[in-house]
């Protein structure tokens, strides 16, 4: 985890619409989750109601990120 | 306290009974309050043939766990199981199994509950309906 | 809607499989909120060996039916199962299964805590318990 | 039922207080649920939280009996 690269996830709906699962960015340009929505998205704008997760917990879209985290984008969840 | 992801049919009751035999709360709970979520044949109007369960691997398991810790914080419960289905299941095929053990039965239904209203709310899975001539995806947890 | 007095062991989970199996709610029920409740080897401190649920034929019946079709009333749900142990019985024993089918959870959950409350409060059991040198009366419902 | 008897039944402790499990009574001097009691115990007295059915209803203690019907007195229920 010691290198300069953020790795995105997007799942579900939100992954049909960005039209990716995963892509990655590095640390120089993306410090916060919107940031790295903007950068894997090439600035679309994010449904409401999106979620988002940075190392498998629940953030919000300011939340700072660093070299080696995984944020993930999705919809509002629907298990059960 | 357990916490099991499957990507084939699972029979829920018969996985209670298997954890019970083997689990070290024999002779000490009285109640056992258990949720099973099933595939239905129909939603918002529509038939569904075929549920596909997308999900989070690694988070759901986080998240699972928690909301599996938080139960035990919360209530004196003796045990709990949750077994949750991934990938694409077929009508009454279960997707969720929720089993929560205690001595008395007041905190068995408290904790299961908490426990299916948090995983709906919390877990990272998706439901993708395919109908007759279309997919789409769940939006909304009814 | 079932409701049965067993006076011999009986599994629930078996029960409730062979009772969904022949059911007509196949493919319409997204619920199943289950409660079991099984004899535990001490009570009030003390060891239990043996417990003796005496009843009151006729009456036993006549309440089950009553608080299972006030469920029903109150509540949409597909279908509801009552079976109920008397007799003599011993420690991890079920005593009782309610079982609620429903299309969404909310009403499973809400029916199935419903018939265990009114259950308890109304259906005419009693429990004997033998403790190693002795047998009292259960006196309260805990 | 259209015999002048009425059926009297002790339940679990309380059947075991009076001593008995089943009585009868006639229509004559009994006219209701406290009354039978009082015919089958020979004026033991209630003990609190008894509870009472006729003909497999719960009622009070001055319900009203008539030939045929079955009266019941037992403890608070304890099954489930």
């Known amino acids: ?80 | 306290m357990l916490i099991e992801i499957k990507d084939a049919p699972f029979e829920p009751y018969q996985r209670l009974l298997e954890y019970q035999a083997a689990a070290d709360f024999s002779g000490k709970y009285g109640a056992t309050a258990v949720f099973v979520g099933s595939m239905r044949e129909f939603n918002q109007g529509d038939d569904v043939t075929v549920m596909t369960l997308e999900h989070y691997p690694g988070m759901t398991e986080k998240y699972l766990q928690k909301i599996s810790q938080e139960a035990a914080d919360k209530w004196d419960i003796l045990d709990s199981l949750i077994v949750h289905r991934v990938g694409e299941m077929l009508p009454n095929d279960p997707i969720v199994l929720v089993a929560v053990w205690s001595a008395h039965r007041a905190e068995a239904f408290d904790a299961s509950r908490y426990l299916m209203e948090e995983l709906k709310s919390r877990a990272p899975f998706w439901k993708k309906e395919s109908l007759k001539e279309d997919t789409r995806w769940v939006e909304k947890n009814t």
């Open chain 1, 1 to 80: 985890m010691s290198n300069a690269v953020i790795t995105i996830k997007f799942f579900a709906s939100l992954r049909e619409h960005v039209g990716q699962g995963d892509a990655e960015t590095s640390e120089s340009d993306t410090k916060t989750v919107i940031e790295a929505w903007n950068k894997a998205t090439n600035n679309m704008a994010m449904p409401e109601n999106t979620l988002m997760a940075v190392n498998m917990d629940y953030v919000e879209a300011t939340h700072p990120i660093k070299a080696g985290d995984e944020v993930a984008f999705f919809p509002p969840v629907t298990g059960g």
